[in-house]
């Protein structure tokens, strides 16, 4: 069933896209067997079906309006030839990396020219060639039909065309499932028949007279730069086309994704075998591949069996198609036209981003008043441009420190910020002393290097006082802050008289009261010092690094992170020892400590804690004061002696 869907569906197409084209109905047809019989056939895609396309129509039909339709057959035929090699090289997934403005745009490109053309036809007159000159006789083109009953007469079916293929899809089921191209040419056929009703009707004939081998005398004309071109162009947009179609396939069934280089490969056989045949050049087609789908397509039968049923028609019933008034085609080409120029993608994509906004529109514009390829280049080098000043995003930022500038750039410094590099050089140019710093710029291309390098010299060369230049890699010659000394802050009195308490050398220490734990937690991880019996603090403690006055309290506070600190109510803090990491100092959160337990070394297990770096150790009783340890020095005890700091 599914392929009777697409074949109804093809049908109308293969013929309307040959008659935009230029060329003989049958040539149409023939395209698309081949996309259905052989193509069909070969790997790639499961449910894309193939068949000449709508977005090559104009191409085709201003080259065969030049060279002659037997020029045709060359053409396509090398074009198949270079998507075979392109297949071959790994290449389809180049196509994918195509900016999405550029792409659109050029979809954009293509269904402008076809709605164009396509309204000269919808009044049965012949169109005048190009975009540009079509769009220039759309006043002539309304003048004569005002005046002709005919075109008036085809102009009236044309539009029933038109709108049955916007508005059927609104039509409920199971008679809105028939193809609205099939009801057009139904509908339109039957009342074209009516006496009286004169309108153009397409010319058929014979299929197998139609074909037009090409032979080797043919690819003379491959020197011509025109035919070169044309070719070019045709792989380009054939390869995209079915590829983009791959894409947009891939996203509307959960079956066997798209293999894109021998999707690539095999439209390229198409090609090849059409080319030869003297055929139009066929691309994978949305339309028809998402009937497929929607028919309840599960392998390749479907696409395959559409291409014998286009052959059993062609051969066997050509004379219905002599039935089929142009103006209808013209109307179902209109709508596919429209589809692709989709004016409401500019508006999102202008909403979305308006550089890639612009790009769309430049690569539009740029395919309707020059032509495809021309326009696509067009576009993807502003699409190029729009990236490199993106990407290179520079930060310029002036400060004064006393009687020194100081200019300082972040970011990507690339010939296309060089007029805004120059003018913040100029504005510092009358200072005498004066830092760039654009050592931590990210990318410096020659052109800036080179700029600054010129400058800094003309600047020393007409007497500046001072001229510094930093590159990238240069370390900034920033003065250090003066370091704090290795010795504490004088001991407070409870550390002066714990150290008056010390025993004499190889007396133990008095045993310890018992008091109140040194540290408690708090829900808010807010560590208090509680209890009057503090602990004196190391002879040779330091602050902590990250120490900071806390108002009111008479002490320092530790703090391991802008919301926790640790604050002393009663006496004094517990300074860290110099060869305490005070990472590991402030590690410690929800553990209580208390005497001789306050905090331990490094290795020592914590019990019901968190950090297992400070844990409950014991003090050596024989530790003196002045009795070195390994790494410390000054007279207190670590492992193995399981020497806590007191204090």
Known sequence: MAS??????ALPLCIGVAAASGVPVSLGIISGIVGGL??????????????????LAVLVLEFTTEHGVGML????LVSGILQMILGVLKMGRVFQSISLSVVQGMLAGIGLPLILSQTYALVDSKQLGTATKNIAGLPDLAAEVVGDTHKVAALGLGVMAVVICFVWKKVPDPLGKVPAPLIAVMLGSAVAAF??????????????EAVDFVGPSDFSHL??????TMVITFTVIASAESLFSAAAVDRMHTGPRTKYNAELFSQGVGNTLCGFLGALPMTAVIVRSAANLQAGAKTKVSRIL?????????LLLPGLLGMIPVTILAGVLLHAGWKLFNPPSFVKMWRTDRGEGLVMFITTGAIVVTDLLEGVIGGLAVAIVLIALRMSHLTLRTTTEGDTTRLVLRGNATFLRLIRLIRALDSVADKDRVVVDAHAVTHLDLACKAQLEEWAEQRRKSGAEYVELLLPGDEPNDQPAEEEPEVADAPSPRARDFAAEAPAAGQPWAPEQPSTPAYAASPETMHDYVGSGAYGAHPQARPHPYAQQYPGMGGQVYTRAAHQQQAVQHGQVHLAHPAHSHRRYAAQEAQA?????????????????????YGPTSWDPTARPGDPYPGDGNGWTQPPYDGGHRG
């Open 38 to 55: 052989v193509v069909g056939f070969l790997p790639g895609s499961t449910f894309q079906v193939s068949g000449p396309a709508a977005g």
């Open 223 to 228: 020197t011509s730069p025109a035919v070169l």
């Open 4 to 9: 009777v869907v697409v074949f109804l569906v």
């Open 306 to 314: 559409h291409g014998a049923w286009l052959l059993g028609f062609g």
């Open 593 to 613: 400590a208390v005497p001789p337990q306050e905090y331990g070394h490094p290795g020592a297990a914590t019990p019901g804690g968190p950090a297992p770096e």
């Open 195 to 208: 006496p009286g009703l004169e309108v153009k009707k397409v010319e058929v004939g014979n299929m197998l």
């Open 73 to 76: 057959g060359v053409v396509v």
